[in-house]
């Protein structure tokens, strides 16, 4: 079944620890994205590719970290998660920048 | 400074009545709107977009409307059913550039 999928769905994380949170669409979409969001927020843009090879910086991208290595494959990595990246994390696709966006399930990430 | 606001939190209304949502941007450099729909656990999904060189834009019972002079946008959804029951997220791009949502307003479709 075409779509994109995130894993892991959850993960309690200790403060300070490494995570890298993996997002896969076989849509051959162009562009990826991670947002996030938080209780009763809209979601805010982390990080975002373009296209395989590039990545920009979203509206809260401190203490995050992108990769496009091919099109289908964009991780998000933590590299010392803090208790304010509690949050849901959704990734999502689109054919270019044009397009709609095709999100993930989420992952649930909590930071003790 | 959030550019795209949904002042109504949530929203609840009879099946079979009408839905509206509203949106409002200040950035009048926005020139795409889109909405997407999210239900509890999953990711959003689009439901409806429409462009800046257009004041409405209708797929099936959701229709959404854009008033540029007063920088609003809403969606209309008749007749409401309990499946529409979900969080509703408007968004806003600019030159096909990045997307920034409002914080979403909770739907509940009573039977």
């Known amino acids: 079944i075409a779509g994109i999928t995130q894993a892991p769905t959850s993960q309690i994380l200790a403060a300070g620890r490494r995570m890298t949170l993996r997002c896969t669409q076989d849509m051959r979409h162009n562009a990826m994205y991670w947002y996030r969001q938080d209780l009763g927020l809209g979601l805010r843009l982390i990080h975002y590719s373009n296209t395989a090879g590039t990545t920009g910086k979203g509206e809260v991208p401190d203490g995050y970290s992108v990769s496009r290595a091919n099109t289908d494959d964009f991780p998000l990595t933590l590299a010392s998660a803090v208790p304010s990246q509690t949050s849901v994390y959704f990734c999502a696709s689109s054919e270019t920048t044009l397009n709609e966006q095709f999100f993930g399930p989420g992952t649930r990430l909590t930071v003790l | 400074d959030q550019q795209v606001k949904q002042n109504s939190p949530s929203l609840s209304v009879q099946e079979g009545r009408i839905s509206i949502l509203n949106c409002d941007y200040t950035?009048?450099?926005?020139?795409?709107f889109l909405w997407y729909k999210k239900y509890p656990a999953e990711g959003p999904t689009f439901l409806i977009s429409?462009?800046?060189?257009?004041d409405k834009n209708e797929d099936g019972r959701f229709t959404v409307f854009l008033n540029k002079s007063a920088k609003h946008l809403s969606l209309h959804i008749v007749p409401s059913q309990p499946g529409d029951s979900a969080v509703y997220f408007c968004?806003?791009?600019?030159?096909?550039?990045?997307?920034?949502f409002g914080d979403g307003t909770t739907l509940t479709v009573k039977p």
């Open positions: 429409i462009s800046s060189i257009k």
């Open positions: 950035n009048s450099m926005f020139d795409y």
């Open positions: 968004a806003a791009r600019a030159n096909a550039g990045k997307s920034t």
